[in-house]
């Protein structure tokens, strides 16, 4: 059955520059978080101080649109209040929802905060319904994103056992791994998501040029070995080349990105809530491009679904912002099944 | 040295083995010091050479040894299936369940269980809200120091015992794609089961031949042996009241003897991992996961 209230479309700020391209381009919400280890994408250089977060919900109140503010690092031994202070300046700086993963943190925001509105992060890994019904009774989530791991049935009959909003994935590089579960950066680098707020951190990467060859390292890991002249990519350390049985090549996952354009009507009729875009890492130019495609996509989506097709200028401006150019439905469609 | 109290657990198998080999181990485990073991499949729903009612009858004959066993569900549940597993592990009341994920918790209707080492517990109120939950002990997650075990063992509430990895290779990520079958350029779907020809998982080296990780179907683990048998004594005396050793195809039960002779008080001494499997223990000592570094 077809929804009349269109799925809102979720961009990444990194930056206050980012949120107001986010808005200018028809984003419904932005997402970010604080410059600290309390968020999961704590790069240097990046995210919010708690001035530009004022501005940013000012310039959002003025626009009717909405700032979420994620929270998604699990809180470390002895280091609980740093991420306690995260809520509360969320909750004192006016954001629409938090974005939460740890329970004890949930707890905490719901006994002092009741009327904030809380979301359950991906790095929350509820990826069947008695996950999200156990946040939605214990902690009250009105929303959850969920892991980039689910089916397009699996979502559907997710969608139909819970009252809580469904927030799917529609653009973006892909974790190949379930988020807020994998320790891989911090096997290789000491630093993790979970811990840090950081995958395959940038101050542990190094580049060495020989004989035209180009080695990327992580914490002198050899990560990845290009031709020369062959393109590199940041040394995420699960899109990299290694050797199993002899043969080198990206084992776990080759860089791509999540496209789920041609979805957007089936994940509306489904009653999904919200279509979120990844990137808090990437450019104002990123998020206003990506955003303006995906604002027109959802809009035609939602004015005629049956009349519904991806437009090919649509998918070329994508294309130029995917990894490595390559798109995949992910774990919608299941193409390794 | 006064003798400590810890007990000793085998964790659930990781892998997948041939069914007589899976029994072979498990004969040998009933008659080894662990005082704990966890059963069944948490991988992979796909793999069948023991079904549901195997690992009870399983189960019957180590408990019938004197072991206490528990359950393990599922750690990554997306299908039906999986779903199902948790339903029958929460349905029947003879053995407690170690949780995987969250949704198992639900599922057990505050029934006890154990938290198991995915769920993401690095700080008090977490392990307060799950005791409230139900969760009687919790496997603490891998990449804490010696230092942040020590801090997270302080805010821990009264009653909820610890648990904590000593041995074994580490599980350290999940995906919704399994890379055995990707390897070997099979459909997850039809995957041919080749994960029964790796015991140990499948070796993934670096380019220039470097051990870094292991690929065991939809886990990613890492490909060193983690070793903390030299600091077991001084995980027991932080308060780890148990100690995990995770099945490997050889030597696991040595590794679970040593930790009986550092409970009587002697050394541990050295165990070998299996051949071509180097030891890390990183973690330990607040470098990266994948470091080893000689106990002082």
Redesign the interface.
């Known amino acids: 059955m077809h929804t009349s209230q269109p799925m809102e479309l979720v961009a990444p700020a990194g930056s206050l520059a980012a949120l107001k391209a986010a808005f200018e381009a028809g984003a419904d919400a932005v997402y970010l978080g604080l410059r600290n280890a309390t968020n999961a994408r704590n790069f240097a250089g990046l995210n919010f101080s708690e001035a530009d977060i004022r501005s940013g919900v000012a310039l959002a109140r003025k626009l009717g649109r909405k700032v979420l503010f994620a929270i998604n690092t699990?809180?470390?031994?002895?280091?609980?209040h740093e991420w306690r202070a995260a809520v509360d300046a969320a909750h004192d700086l006016g954001a629409d929802a938090v974005i939460l993963?740890?329970?004890?943190?949930l707890?905490?925001a719901r006994e002092r905060y009741p009327e904030l509105r809380l979301h359950l992060s991906v790095q929350?890994?509820?990826?069947?319904?008695?996950?999200?019904?156990?946040?939605r009774?214990?902690f009250g989530i009105r929303r959850v994103v969920l892991p980039?791991?689910?089916?397009l049935q699996?979502v559907d009959r997710l969608a139909r056992q819970t009252q809580v909003e469904i927030e799917v994935f529609g653009f973006g590089s892909l974790c190949?791994?379930?988020e807020?579960?994998?320790?891989?950066s911090?096997?290789?680098?000491?630093d993790?998501p979970?811990?840090k707020g950081v995958c395959s951190p940038a101050h542990a990467v190094r580049w060495h040029e020989r004989d035209g060859r180009l080695d990327a390292r992580l914490?002198g890991?050899?990560?990845?070995?290009y031709a020369p002249g062959e393109p590199a990519s940041y040394p995420t350390l699960?899109k990299g080349?290694?050797?199993?049985?002899g043969?080198?090549d990206h084992?776990?996952?080759e860089p791509t990105s999540l496209n789920a354009l041609a979805l957007l009507p089936r994940l509306a009729e489904m009653g999904v809530r919200a279509i979120k875009i990844e990137g808090r890492q990437r450019s104002p130019a990123y998020v206003a491009q990506v955003v303006a495609t995906l604002r027109a996509a959802l809009d035609a989506a939602h004015l005629a679904p049956a009349r519904y097709a991806v437009k090919p200028d649509w998918q070329a401006r994508l294309a130029r912002h995917a990894e490595g150019s390559q798109t995949t439905q992910g774990?919608f469609d299941?193409p390794?099944? | 040295m006064e003798m400590t109290a810890c007990r000793i657990a085998l964790g659930p198998l990781l892998y997948y083995w041939p069914r007589q080999a899976v029994l072979d181990f498990y004969a040998a485990a009933a008659r080894s010091a662990a005082d704990i073991v966890y059963l069944g499949e948490t991988v992979c729903s796909r793999r069948h050479e023991l079904r549901p009612a195997d690992w009870l009858a399983l189960a019957g004959d180590l408990r019938a040894a004197g072991k206490t066993v528990l359950l393990s569900s599922p750690t990554l549940v997306e299908s039906v299936a999986e779903i199902g597993q948790i339903r029958r592990l929460a349905a029947q009341a003879d053995y407690p369940v170690e949780v995987g994920e969250v949704g198992a918790i639900r599922a057990l209707g505050g029934r006890p269980f154990v938290a198991g080492p995915h769920l993401n517990a690095y700080h008090g109120a977490t392990l307060a809200w799950l005791a409230g939950q139900g969760a009687i002990r919790f496997v603490a997650p891998l990449e804490l120091d010696r230092a942040g075990l020590a801090a997270l063992l302080a805010e821990k509430p009264a009653g909820l015992e610890a648990e904590a990895m000593v041995w074994g290779r580490m599980p350290l990520a999940f995906s919704a794609r399994c890379f055995t079958a990707r390897h070997f350029h099979l459909r997850k779907d039809e995957c041919g089961f080749r994960c029964i020809d790796y015991p140990d998982g499948l070796d993934l080296r670096t380019q220039e031949a470097g051990e870094f990780l292991a690929i065991n179907g939809i886990q990613t683990q890492s490909a060193q042996c983690l070793d903390l048998l030299a600091q077991a004594a001084e995980l027991a005396a932080l308060g780890v009241a148990v100690w995990r050793v995770s099945p490997q195809s050889q030597c696991t039960l040595e590794a679970v003897a040593a930790l009986d002779r550092v409970r009587r008080g002697e050394p541990a001494g050295t165990v070998s991992p299996p051949p071509g499997i180097g030891r890390c223990n990183g973690y330990w000592h607040g470098r990266a996961g994948i470091a080893w570094q000689e106990a002082a």
Request: negative net charge.
């Open positions: 699990f809180p470390q031994p002895g280091r609980t993963a740890d329970p004890g943190l707890v905490y929350g890994s509820a990826t069947h319904a008695d996950a999200i019904e156990l946040m009774e214990q980039r791991v689910l089916t699996e190949v791994m379930a807020g579960r994998c320790l891989l911090s096997f290789a680098t000491g993790s979970n811990n914490s890991i050899l990560i990845d070995r699960c080349r290694f050797e199993v049985e043969r080198a084992a776990l996952e774990a299941r390794w099944k």
